[in-house]
């Protein structure tokens, strides 16, 4: 009996959970860069599309390794 073969998507998520993490790293540096210029708006966005960002990465993260234990 052959073992099913990982769909094709499923090998995306590594390189869009890396990417996504990058993505939140710039966005943390720079919010904390605009907090010490005293940009308290611009601030708040970025961390705002930072955490975005990061629940975007945890959902993918957990829908890759849910998928994995099927096969």
Same mark, same amino acid.
């Given at each position: *009996? *052959?073992?099913?073969?990982?769909? /094709?998507?499923?090998?995306? #998520?590594?390189? +869009? =959970? !890396?990417? #996504? =993490? %990058?993505?939140? &790293?710039?966005?943390?540096? +720079?919010?904390? @860069?605009?907090? @010490?210029? %005293?940009? @308290? /708006? !611009? $601030?708040?966005? &970025? *961390?705002? !599309?930072?955490?975005?960002?990061?629940?975007?990465? +945890?959902?993918?993260? +957990?829908?890759? $390794?849910?998928?994995?234990?099927?096969?």
């Amino acid at each position: *009996m *052959m073992k099913p073969v990982v769909p /094709d998507w499923v090998l995306w #998520l590594p390189p +869009l =959970n !890396a990417s #996504l =993490n %990058g993505l939140a &790293t710039v966005l943390l540096l +720079l919010g904390w @860069r605009l907090i @010490r210029h %005293g940009k @308290r /708006d !611009a $601030h708040k966005r &970025t *961390m705002l !599309a930072a955490f975005a960002v990061s629940a975007v990465f +945890l959902a993918c993260y +957990l829908v890759y $390794h849910g998928v994995l234990k099927s096969y």
